[in-house]
């Protein structure tokens, strides 16, 4: 039995039958064979050492170490060759029909073309993602993991990473490619209410790396409800335990992807000096009754009581903005410790998507690292906090008309855009990190064309 993915055959023998396992199994053969006593000891000596060569060469091409440039003893830039870089290609999809950079650069006639390819993606079940990891270092090779630096300035710069995921586990599983470097730091968040299956490749995949690791406390993540916060504030204290070294934090959730390099996403950190980004406003009216009278949690959902709610402490009114953050480490550090955060942490715990305030609340605190004054001067939206791209239908039309973003060319899911291939070439010419949503079920060339573009950038132009 065999599945396509990404190009790739995958079979179910596949991760027993690797070159090394074969090559080294065949030597053995040989030498049990050709040897005969009193010659034995020193032949199969002999054929050990050969075997254990065979296995180490191995190890070394399906691992894409990085070979050893003689210009190191120079002082100069490691590199790396071109023989390894075009290992870590992604390959070719849908018969090589697909011009990704005509696609990128909004050309109408190659967008037409992959518009037949929409309904064209395999999704791989939980079962491929279980099998391929029997065998990691087979796992990183055919998926194309980087597992070693491009660039030794950006080792200095480790990123702690929380993804919050129920479910798509190919699609979590891209996201975790797209962003995967060595020196970075990955906590999942799996809803303690996905099924047994999801969460058994989940641990699979995880177990094929020594810094991507499943929260040690699981929520059941309620819609709008405090578990969403609570499941990045179980990862924010088990990354902190876990690495002492990182600088920022990001959470995700598994439709997210990067649309710029990790070098550029460094780049931009660094660029933050210790601050926060963040989108950070005055909340509206309509959204002042998420917080007037206590929600409680049943059944899974969320209900409104009839119990008024004490105003904010600290705060003359709460902010909103984002579930999603760029944090500095001593920012997540201060939630836990300082008492005025705390209490803002403690109070809205029974409002309504304390995801969407937060955040914003926390970071107008005079005190809080990174902080950004209380006045409206300087409000932060999501058109200009770099954290998140999203497009919502009722913003989206003829932005020479006032809209604040083209048409999505996908479709719409709970008023947001599920990227197609046409925004592709809007969105790579935004200031944002990272964008919401992709789909490969939705649109699979848009995956695909971001997925490929980030690495060829990532590989030749940094």
């Known amino acids: 039995m065999s599945h396509e993915l990404d190009g790739h055959k995958v079979t179910d023998g596949m991760q027993s039958r690797t070159f090394c396992s074969f090559a080294a199994g065949r030597t053995k053969d040989f030498c049990r064979k050709t040897c005969r006593y009193p010659a034995r000891v020193s032949c199969l000596i002999m054929s050990s050492c050969i075997v254990v060569a065979v296995l180490q060469t191995c190890i070394y091409i399906f691992t894409n170490q990085k070979p050893q440039n003689p210009e190191e003893a120079d002082g100069e830039k490691k590199s790396v060759s071109l023989l390894t870089y075009s290992k870590l290609e992604l390959p070719k999809l849908f018969n090589g029909v697909i011009n990704c950079t005509a696609i990128i650069q909004g050309n109408e006639t190659e967008l037409q073309k992959a518009k037949q390819y929409k309904n064209a993606s395999f999704i791989p079940d939980h079962s491929v993602f279980i099998k391929m990891t029997k065998n990691c270092t087979y796992f990183l090779q055919m998926r194309k993991y980087i597992t070693f630096p491009l660039i030794e300035e950006d080792e200095d710069f480790p990123i702690a990473y929380s993804i919050v995921i129920h479910q798509r586990i190919d699609m979590f599983e ?90 550029e996403l460094i780049e931009q950190l660094k660029a933050l000096k210790g601050r926060n980004n963040m989108e950070t406003t005055k909340a509206t009216t309509l959204k002042e009754k998420r917080w007037k009278f206590k929600f409680v949690v049943k059944g899974g959902k969320i209900f409104k009581t009839n119990i008024t709610k004490d105003p904010i402490p600290i705060l003359s009114s709460p902010f909103v903005g984002s579930a999603y953050i760029i944090v500095s480490r001593k920012f997540v550090e201060f939630i836990f410790t300082d008492q005025n955060a705390k209490s803002i942490i403690k109070w809205a715990q029974d409002t309504y998507s304390p995801d969407e305030l937060i955040w914003a609340s926390l970071q107008r605190l005079s005190e809080a690292p990174g902080f950004i004054p209380i006045n409206h001067m300087y409000d932060v939206t999501d058109v200009n906090a770099k954290v998140r791209l999203v497009k919502w239908s009722y913003l989206e039309g003829n932005v020479h008309n006032g809209r604040l973003y083209p048409p999505c060319t996908g479709i719409h899911r709970r008023a947001i855009c599920i990227y197609g291939a046409g925004d592709l070439h809007w969105i790579l010419h935004q200031q944002h990190l990272f964008a919401n949503k992709f789909d490969t079920k939705v649109d699979p060339v848009a995956v695909y064309c971001l997925e490929a573009h980030l690495r060829h950038k990532t590989m030749y132009e940094h």
């Open 174 to 263: 891209r996201l975790l490619r797209s962003i995967y470097m060595a020196q970075h730091i990955y906590c999942i968040h799996v809803d303690s209410k996905s099924d047994s299956s999801f969460k058994a490749a989940v641990q699979a995949i995880t177990s094929c790396f020594p810094n991507v690791f499943i929260a040690t406390r699981l929520e059941a993540v309620t819609y709008a409800s405090w578990s969403r916060v609570q499941a990045d504030l179980n990862c924010m204290e088990e990354l902190l335990r876990r690495h002492l070294t990182w600088k920022y934090f990001i959470n995700l959730c598994g439709m997210d992807l990067p649309i710029v390099t990790d070098h």
